[in-house]
T-cell receptor
Framework: DAEITQSPRHKITETGRQVTLACHQT?????MFWYRQDLGHGLRLIHY???????NKGEVSDGYSVSRSNTEDLPLTLESAASSQTSVYFC?????????????FGQGTRLTVV | GENVEQHPSTLSVQEGDSAVIKCTYS??????FPWYKQELGKRPQLIID?????GEKKDQRIAVTLNKTAKHFSLHITETQPEDSAVYFC???????????FGKGTKLSVKP
């Protein structure tokens, strides 16, 4: 079955380290998204991509970067981890506009920055 | 860009009662409005959605209504059950490729 998976599920890292969270989908969806979830803030968009070599900043993009070298993967990199980036991170994917734009979410990655 | 406001932030009902969660959006160009349910420790999952050319949609005990003029939409759950307890998120599609902006969520508790 097609799916979207994130790894790792849990990560503890130190302040200042570079961290990369992986997201892989097998639906062949063009659209991929990264959200962070914090209590009281809901799901906030970090970065998104509409296709290979396309990346865009969301509402909370500072300190994060993404790259899209193929359809299946959108890794999220924290350039220099900060305690404020402790959060649960969700990756999602969806079909193009004009079709079913339901977003399917990965299982989430709980990141702790100490 | 789009902004989505969701109310209330918490909602407690007795089993069998109805629950209503309301959202407003700012971008009149938004055309897709999904609702997601997130159980504790799980991923958000779509429970119902509505498009801007429809005013109401039902799926068993769940319904969503959309008022485009007022730019608000609501989730209605009837005959609530304990397994309906979860956090519910509304969202609005923004941008040319169905980019979703979410409300802050409503924690629904259904008491037996």
């Amino acid at each position: 079955d097609a799916e979207i998976t994130q790894s790792p599920r849990h990560k503890i890292t130190e302040t200042g380290r570079q961290v990369t969270l992986a997201c892989h989908q097998t639906w062949n969806h063009n659209n991929m998204f990264w959200y962070r979830q914090d209590l009281g803030h809901g799901l906030r968009l970090i970065h998104y991509s509409y296709g290979v070599q396309d990346t865009n900043k969301g509402e909370v993009s500072d300190g994060y970067s993404v790259s899209r070298s193929n359809t299946e993967d959108l890794p999220l990199t924290l350039e220099s981890a900060a305690s404020s980036q402790t959060s649960v991170y969700f990756c999602a994917s969806s079909l193009d506009r004009g079709m079913n734009t339901e977003a399917f979410f990965g299982q989430g990655t709980r990141l702790t920055v100490v | 860009g789009e902004n989505v406001e969701q109310h209330p932030s918490t909602l407690s009902v007795q089993e069998g009662d109805s629950a209503v969660i309301k959202c407003t959006y700012s971008d009149s160009a938004s055309n897709y409005f999904p609702w997601y349910k997130q159980e504790l420790g799980k991923r958000p999952q779509l429970i119902i959605d509505i498009r801007s050319n429809v005013g109401e949609k039902k799926d068993q005990r769940i319904a969503v209504t959309l008022n485009k003029t007022a730019k608000h939409f609501s989730l209605h759950i009837t005959e609530t059950q304990p397994e309906d307890s979860a956090v519910y998120f509304c969202a609005a599609s923004w941008g040319s490729q169905g980019n979703l902006i979410f409300g802050k969520g409503t924690k629904l508790s259904v008491k037996p």
